[in-house]
Structures are given as structure tokens and as C-alpha cells.
């Protein structure tokens, strides 16, 4: 079964940057497409960026479009979140997953499972 495994987060100054790692195992990622979500305390996991299969095609939330940019290396089975401009609405544990397949569509937030994993934290502090 496909796992994947978040890391790369950490604690930044507002305006700085982070690059965030989403590596899987147990599969192959380029079958999938794939989200990034966070999540702020006591809310629900929200839908930041998303990539398809191709990677041609990427979707981003609107409080993130201009700053953050997803990518995939399939070679390496690892999909990126660059995360520039940080401020500190962007406090939150990440999360990536698989996502449902969509047809001559962007990608939308619909994980395939919800086997979440441990997420990881990003804190945008002065």
C-alpha cells in the first residue's frame, strides 16, 4: 500500500521560505495525483496545492496562489511544496496524499483514502 511521508517543515520568520517533501513508499507515486493540505488547530485539513499525474496541470488554494508552488520528481517518487513569502496564516501541520483521479479537470482535494499521516509543522514566527 502507498505511504507517503512528510518532511521539511520548521520554524521561519515571516517572509521567509520552506521546501516541503512529500516521499512515498510501498507504490509508485506518478500513478497519483497528489495534495497538500494543512490543517490549523481544531479545524478541518483544507486543500493548499495539488499536482496531477502529469504534472502539467496544478491547482492552489487562492490564499496561497502566487507564493507557494507544487512540483514532482517521479524519478525520485517525491513531490515538493515550495513555500515562499511565509506569513503567519501559513502556521500549520501539512499533510500531503493520494487524490482522487479527475477527468479534463484540474485536480481537486479529494484524498483517496484518509490514512493521514503525521503531517508536518511549519511555524511562521518573528
Known amino acids: 500500500q502507498l505511504q507517503l511521508v512528510e518532511s521539511g517543515g520548521g520554524l521561519v520568520q515571516p517572509g521567509g521560505s520552506l521546501r516541503l517533501s512529500c516521499v512515498a513508499s510501498g507504490g509508485t507515486l506518478e500513478w497519483f495525483a497528489i495534495g497538500w493540505f494543512r490543517q490549523y488547530p481544531g479545524k478541518e485539513r483544507q486543500g493548499v496545492a495539488c499536482?496531477?499525474?502529469?504534472?502539467?496541470?496544478?491547482n492552489y488554494a487562492n490564499s496561497v496562489k502566487g507564493r507557494f508552488t507544487i512540483s514532482r520528481d517521479n524519478a525520485k517518487n517525491t513531490v515538493y511544496l515550495q513555500m515562499s513569502n511565509l506569513d503567519s496564516e501559513d502556521t500549520a501541520v501539512y499533510y500531503c496524499a493520494a487524490l482522487t483521479d479527475t477527468i479534463d479537470t484540474p485536480c481537486v482535494f479529494i484524498p483517496r483514502s484518509e490514512n493521514w499521516g503525521q503531517g508536518t509543522q511549519v511555524t511562521v514566527s518573528s
Open positions: 499536482i496531477k499525474r502529469s504534472g502539467r496541470s496544478t
